[in-house]
């Protein structure tokens, strides 16, 4: 498992016995970083288990890693957003397997994935197009899936009420969603009113509706 090149001068014997020394070193020092990670692992671990949470645990019985994080997302979504409506699916196919969310209006997709993301057994890298696999006690004990989607969005009703606060903020009237914005609000909000209610609902937790400001 060593690398080995060429250099234009033979070393000395003492050099030879500094880079062997330099190396036990090295491998000692990784070894106790590795029992530490592992230590640290393991007591995690244990400590999910044993917490009253109302989730469903992966065990001896029970190896299913998707359903069951499909099953816990689902408990934690209602306990934490009681007033929002969820699907959550999950699906496998030939390069893994996933679970999407999805709802209208309700919390922030920011909110949703405070909760939902760590059922993500790892992350996608779309620069060097490599996925790497991510083992997380959490993930060990509750169940992940390849890839955990969220995805928001906005009923007619709510971006309609948003629209007419914007317009009246603006100071312009409202003549239908492709009303364009003046030029001061432009790079802020969006080129038309419907862009720019959009916008400002991204951000806003609907789950008890749209409230005007």
Known sequence: GQLFFLTPRVISGDEV???????????LADEATKAQADGAYSAETARLRAL?????????????????????????LAAVFPGARFSVTSSRYSGGDSIDIRWTDGPTSKAVEAITGKYSGGSFDGMIDLYTDEDTPWTAVYGSAKYVHESRDLSPAAVD????????????ADVGPTTPTPDGWRPRFGWDLQQAARRC????DLTAGYVSP
């Open 161 to 172: 009420s948003a629209r007419r606060d914007v317009a009246k903020e603006m100071g312009i």
């Open 201 to 204: 609902l991204w951000c806003m």
């Open 17 to 27: 016995l500094e880079l062997i020394e330099r190396n036990r070193v090295k491998v």
């Open 52 to 76: 009253k949470n109302g989730l469903v645990r992966l065990d001896e019985t029970n190896r299913n890693a998707l359903t069951t994080a499909a099953k816990n997302i689902r408990k934690e």
